[in-house]
């Protein structure tokens, strides 16, 4: 039986085959531009290389894990919370029309 834990860790979790995919991406292209002069340079018809190389298939793996940060946040607790500094916004009272300021 699954529980609603089990459930949301499978939703959340990526791919598996793009997760390798995209992980070796990354290393490959990190190797190229470490091993390689030509990976670091900037090609006319592509840009800069390692750009392309590592920073793209780097970007698309973080945004696979939907953003995550590497490290663990850290949960502030209830009683710190900042608040705002000013009053809360009121309404203003609606001023009842005159007979002048109407239109004819």
Do not use: E, N, S, Y
Not at 9 to 24: C, E, I, K, Y
Not at 52 to 62: E, H, N, R, S, T
Not at 67 to 86: E, M, N
Request: positive net charge; contains cysteine.
């Amino acid at each position: 039986m699954l529980t609603l834990a089990t459930q949301a860790d499978r939703r959340d979790a990526p791919l598996l085959p793009l997760d390798r995919w995209l992980r070796r991406a990354v290393l490959c292209g990190l190797a190229m531009v470490l091993m390689f002069p030509l990976a670091r340079a900037q090609i006319p018809w592509l840009g800069w290389a390692p750009l392309w190389l590592v920073g793209m298939p780097l970007a698309a793996w973080w945004a696979l894990h939907r953003f995550r940060l590497p490290w663990p946040r850290r949960a502030k607790p209830k009683g710190l919370r900042r608040r705002r500094a000013g009053a809360q916004a009121r309404r203003r009272a609606v001023v009842p029309a005159t007979g002048w300021a109407r239109a004819a």
